[in-house]
């Protein structure tokens, strides 16, 4: 299809506020591109971990849309993002997970850069240099090519676009929200992320961390089965918030009696993290689910009792697109730093067995959003739309009394947070914002 | 190289048949008989595998795709049998392949080292797809009560990306 076509097709048929997204979007090809290049090549990505780079020279490697980069602590230990690619053929210069260097230099040809992205030289030495380049080398022009970086609370997200809105504008009301998951103690990755390939589009599982709590009930059914919970209550009690900007969260709630679920000992740090009314949310979260747009989610999953602990083992979790029907799932287990090491261990335990690739709740979604995603890619062969519904909710006023910013909806059985996500997703595919 | 101290035959057709019984059970969805075959102290883990230049270490032991112990095999394989474990209900179809047995007794214990290679073949649906699942397996058995019993597992496997859409099999 023509980029005419499909954007026609696209203005014509998605239309998230009155609740109808159609089929084809899940994973069309064409769509596909206008995604990588309007929306991954522009928005702010979430790249790394602070604690991933623990030291001047650590690097991680990671992808900003489908292209791999460097994400490297400098000598001068500011963090940088460089395109993975050397500027003379376009080789890719870091070939591990992760490590340590002082320089990266091509395997190809020795074209080496230091940890600021600067061109030094190649490896050959200056008077063999000389001799290929007797007309010398423009070292600025061979500088690496660098992205925006900025961070919050030990969050890293990278863009190309150089002039667009602040990490602080992008994130907006969702800042308040991630301060509870990710800010209220320093944090630590566990490790190195799982990966594993899911043949599927990237924003079924955004979507789903974004703005869907009623599947919990079905698809996660065996633990009402295996009574680890009570019938459905674990989905539906406490709030849906569409905080605005496509990001999206659900906050379950317990009985604040109860009193909070996290460990006693950090109690403290909380406080001094959070503001009172974040430190009330957090001492009544039994779950909280939610996605920055556009394919980073983080979860608290429901507490679960291990032992005589009630138990629950964060995450991080970004849905790589490495294709229109395929991804790859990079999932980071994350810590208080300063938890107990019991805390530690059984968070650890509880995260692996219930989420990650063996996950008895992830094994579930992935087969979901996998036989989505074929339906869809078979929808594309019909002259009409197949049209589905994204309406839950959609008349209920939100509350006027919650304490975070952003439209905050009583119960999480709403779609509010998947309208905005897709409205917003629709704007920056169209490029009609600059998202 | 040296083999380490002499298996006698016995031995490794005894632990050649026990790890091709423990196959079939998984390959034949007899979870509970499953179960059975290992000790109540069981630990059951698989690091997660890293690309890294050679001389560093690739295996990461420290986050695992599997952790865990007789109470949470216990707790999967109730799950397994319930009617609404989606991710293998149809189930995939299996095929274990178990081979390059290597046995290496434990000085002054009654347990063994078995080293040994997984070839685990995984189809799903009716698009002529399937995944490989490739790894070694570090096991170490006990004898309780005249029967060979696992008392840890630990899973290696051959990629720094899985290519399965989950591990909703056993290794």
């Keep these: ?161 150089l002039d667009g809105p602040s990490l602080d504008e992008f994130l907006g009301n969702v800042k308040w929200y991630l301060d509870i998951v990710l800010g209220r103690a320093a944090m630590e990755v ?194 009409d739309e197949v049209m589905l519904h994204y309406g839950m909710g959609i008349s209920a006023a939100p509350l006027d009394d919650f304490p975070g910013p952003g439209a905050a909806y009583d119960g999480k059985f709403s779609e509010a947070a998947g309208r905005t996500f897709y409205r917003t997703w629709l704007d920056a595919v169209l490029a009609r914002s600059a998202a | 190289m040296s083999a380490g101290p002499a298996v006698d035959l016995e031995t490794r057709l005894a632990v050649s048949d026990f790890l091709v019984a423990e196959a079939a059970a998984l390959d034949e969805r007899r979870f509970e008989d499953w179960l059975g075959l290992f000790t109540d102290d069981v630990t059951y883990v698989a690091p997660v595998r890293v690309t890294r230049r050679s001389g560093s270490p690739d295996v990461v032991d420290e986050i695992t795709y599997f952790d865990e112990d007789k109470q949470s095999l216990t707790l999967r394989v109730k799950r397994l049998l319930t009617d609404v474990a989606w991710a293998e209900d149809p189930p995939s179809m299996t095929r274990r392949f178990v081979s390059n047995i290597r046995i290496i007794p434990i000085p002054d214990e009654e347990e063994l080292t078995v080293k040994n290679n997984l070839l685990l073949f995984r189809s799903r649906g009716d698009e002529g797809t399937y995944d490989l699942i490739v790894g070694e397996r570090e096991d170490r058995l006990r004898e309780e009560g005249g029967e060979l019993r696992i008392c840890r597992r630990r899973a290696v496997l051959d990629q720094a990306a899985l290519g399965t859409k989950n591990l909703g099999v056993f290794l």
């Design chain 1, 190 to 383: 566990v490790g190195v992320p799982q990966k594993w390939i899911v043949p599927s589009g990237w924003k079924l599982p955004s979507e789903n961390f974004c703005a869907d709590a009623y599947h919990t009930a079905t698809a996660h059914s065996f633990l009402a089965r295996l009574n680890l919970v009570e019938g459905v209550d674990f989905g539906r009690d406490g709030y849906h918030v569409d905080p605005g900007g496509g990001h999206g969260l659900g906050i379950g709630v317990h009985d604040p009696a109860e009193g909070s679920y996290f460990p006693a000992s950090l109690e403290a740090e909380y406080g001094r993290n959070l503001d009172p009314e974040q430190l009330d949310l957090l001492h009544r979260v039994k779950n909280f689910h939610g996605n920055v747009f556009p394919n980073l989610s983080f979860l608290i999953p429901n507490f679960i009792p291990m032992g005589d602990q009630l138990v629950s083992g964060m995450m991080l979790r970004l849905w790589q697109p490495l294709g229109p029907d395929k991804l790859e799932v990079w999932s980071w287990h994350l810590v208080e730093r300063d938890a107990p090491e019991q805390w530690k261990r059984l968070a650890r335990k509880m995260y692996v067995q219930t989420f990650g690739v063996s996950g008895m709740f992830d094994q579930d979604d992935t087969e979901n959003w996998e036989a989505q995603t074929v339906n869809s890619n078979t929808a594309l062969t019909r002259s």
């Design chain 1, 1 to 161: 299809m023509s980029n005419a076509d499909i954007r026609a097709r696209l203005e014509a048929t998605v239309d998230p506020e009155a609740g109808a997204i159609p089929m084809f979007v899940y994973s069309d090809p064409d769509v596909y591109r206008l995604e990588l290049e309007n929306l991954f090549g522009r928005t702010w990505l979430y790249v790394a971990h602070e604690s991933e780079l623990p030291e001047a020279g650590s690097f991680v490697v990671r992808r900003m849309g489908e292209q791999s980069v460097i994400v490297g602590r400098g000598d001068d230990e500011t963090v940088r993002v460089f395109l993975n690619s050397c500027r003379h053929r376009g080789m890719r210069l870091a070939n591990e997970d992760f490590g340590c260097t002082e320089m990266w230099r091509c395997p190809y040809h020795g074209f080496t850069y230091g940890s600021k992205g600067e061109f030094l030289g190649t490896l050959i030495g200056a008077p063999y240099e000389r001799q290929a380049y007797p007309e010398g080398l423009d070292k600025e022009a061979l500088h690496l090519i660098e992205a925006r970086v900025e961070s919050y609370r030990g969050m890293i997200f990278a863009t190309w676009s």
